[in-house]
């Protein structure tokens, strides 16, 4: 059962929004007067807040009792701000041309030589800088700077395993008199090959069907109307939503309110079966985005359930296309990651979608998890602004702020 409250001058304009929120058949539990306090109270009018209630299953048949429109276009601008402006990291033109401050601040850190020590750190005991060898000299500059950038992998979190093959990679190609710009640009370029170029939503001329998975909270359903924003207002696709989260009524409303935005159908289904009615129902759309159930990679039958779900779709692939992708916050632990990655890995090629980049300063789990499933990676979000935060994933300036560099 759904169970709100809403607030309105009178006891009809409260019900009235909860009709309109609810539906029809939302019924009234609670009215109550919420009178005004403090010195101001006279020159305030007392409102009403009224509960009601609307059982699930007519909550989700009203959703599924609504016809689909086919509209190329939206009607007028439609604004699909959520929440706060959260301030993304602005793309940089500079990335190719130059890492900026990057190496003269190394030339400074290894000047200075006064790094703190740390377990998993190398440290600077394997050599002599008073030796008289101009050859030696250099070549334990170039042992300094592979320090200082494995240093570096290593603070933004990268896996100790894979900061030590991008550096021991780039050692065995240099040459024995290296300055600090062609080390750095060397790893530079190691890493932008690891993480590879983003594998995206391609829309060709068969519809696609595209499933997103992984644990709750990671920001599923927001992606998802991020990403229909995209192709509906930017693309004039034609979209619909399918979502079987039927475990959390509160992400079957939060998608349908966006559906109602963006004037796109949304069905929720149990099965498979219902699940095959909804697509044959959207035959003639260009873009399905399925949500599924948010749940924890441990929970090995509803995990199994997805993948049955989505395995139904492959086996009935005539005149459609589909794919799936991973959503993953890049704040969760990595051993967590490396779980959650295990738990999904019958769902086949799989791409990586990261969120919640605005809330860490420490992006290493990208490679880590790049580099562990050697899926694509494809899009990345900062925040909760739809359809603004989120881009396709940006490789080059991943790549420096991996080795620290300012974006």
């Known amino acids: 059962m759904i169970v709100k409250k809403f607030e309105a001058r009178t006891e009809t304009e409260a ?59 939206p009607k007028g601008k439609i604004d699909l701000r959520a929440d706060e402006k959260i301030d ?5 033109d500079e ?34 800088d008073e030796t008289d060898d101009p ?49 750095l640009a060397g790893v530079y370029q190691k890493i932008i090959l690891k993480l590879g170029e983003a594998d995206t939503i391609r829309i060709g001329d068969t519809r696609k069907v595209v499933f997103f998975v992984g644990p709750t909270g990671v920001g599923k359903t927001t992606t998802i109307a991020k990403i229909a924003s995209k192709y509906k207002l930017n693309e004039h696709k034609k979209v619909a939503f399918i979502t079987s989260d039927t475990y959390r009524i509160a992400a079957v409303e939060q998608l349908n309110t966006y559906a109602n935005i963006l004037d796109v159908p949304v069905r929720v289904v149990y099965t498979d079966d219902e699940l095959k009615n909804a697509l044959d129902e959207f035959t003639n759309y ?75 300063g420490a992006l290493g789990n990208i490679l880590n998890i790049k580099l562990l499933t050697g899926a694509h990676l494809s899009y990345t979000t900062a925040g909760q602004n739809v359809p603004d935060d989120i881009e396709v994933i940006n490789v080059q300036k991943l790549a420096k702020q991996l080795l620290g560099g300012k974006v």
Do not use: C, W
């Open 135 to 183: 050859r030696q000299r250099a070549m334990n500059n170039n042992i300094k700077t592979l320090r200082l950038v494995y240093n570096k992998l290593i603070d933004n979190e990268v896996d100790e395993k894979y900061a030590n093959d991008i550096v021991n990679e780039i050692e065995n190609s240099l040459k024995k008199e290296s300055n600090i710009d062609s080390i």
């Open 95 to 128: 990335i190719e041309r130059k890492l900026d401050n990057l190496s003269e601040m190394l030339k400074s850190r290894i000047k200075e030589n006064t790094e703190e020590k740390h377990p998993d750190r190398m440290e600077d005991n394997t050599f002599n």
């Open 286 to 360: 260009d873009l399905i985005l399925v949500d599924t159930t948010g749940r924890s990679h441990k929970n090995k039958e509803q995990r199994i359930n997805i993948i049955n779900l989505y395995n139904s779709v492959k086996k009935e692939e005539r005149d459609m296309e589909s794919e799936i992708f991973l959503v993953l916050s890049v704040t969760t632990k990595y051993k967590d990651l490396i779980s959650i990655a295990k738990a999904y890995e019958k769902l086949g090629d799989y791409k990586l979608l990261f969120t919640k980049l605005d809330e860490t």
């Open 15 to 73: 019900v009235m929004r909860a009709k309109e929120d609810l539906g029809a058949q939302a019924v009234v539990l609670n009215v109550k007067t919420i009178k005004q306090r403090g010195i101001f109270r006279l020159f305030r009018r007392d409102k009403v807040e009224i509960t009601a209630a609307l059982e699930e299953r007519e909550f989700v048949q009203e959703i599924n009792e609504k016809k689909p429109v086919l509209e190329s276009k």
């Open 88 to 92: 993304v990291i602005p793309a940089s």
